[in-house]
């Protein structure tokens, strides 16, 4: 689904990722890991269009992809669900959810059950302005318009930060259910080792910039793993 290789990124004169080289697979969870100031967010900002990349090849679903913006990249099939949430604030549930319309063909204006079904408080809440909703619901309402746009890949940032246990639990099993359904690739950043550790197939470490080790949990021990992203 996703290729990325020798990818960089500078912001001005500084360069912040390193030739980043990775595969995100359709029906798999890649979690990019690591301690603050790596370069992760920048990774998925650089996949996503958000910021531009400064060199590198980039490949989705078979399509080697120039640098583009942001609106460019969600027309593609990639959605991204930014660190912050970044929901609409003065828009109802219902209102933030069709933002993810402009992606759809007319016909496909509408959301699906299964968008309440993954988050049934959503349902309860369409005509609640979106800056009411707690952190935990408002990240729901990010990772629920996202989907809307019915992605090919789907970058999640920090999912649980700051979000109640069992907020936690229950985007755990919607990302169990996306990868199981097989319909998209999933690049989950994480600082919540656990939380990631037993969703990914795969992990990718980095360390200033550059993959410090990537592999499979069937290559990498969660020791491994543990002590990659441990400062």
Known sequence: MLKLTDLTLHYGHSQILNGISLEATRGEVTCVMGTN???K????KAISGTHPRSGGDLILNGEALPPLPAHRMAWKGVAYVP???EIFPLLTVREN???GFVCLPNNEHFVPDEIFDMFPVLKKMQNRRGGDLSGGQQQQLAIARALIT???LLLLDEPTEGIQPNI???IGEVIRHLRTKGEMAIILVEQYFDFAYNLADKFIVLRRGAVLMQGTRDQLSREQVLQGVTV
Do not use: C
């Open 37 to 39: 100031g790596v370069g």
């Open 83 to 85: 660190q912050g949430r």
């Open 41 to 44: 967010t920048s990774l998925i």
């Open 168 to 170: 936690i639990q229950q």
């Open 150 to 152: 019915k992605p090919q």
């Open 97 to 99: 959810l069709e933002a």
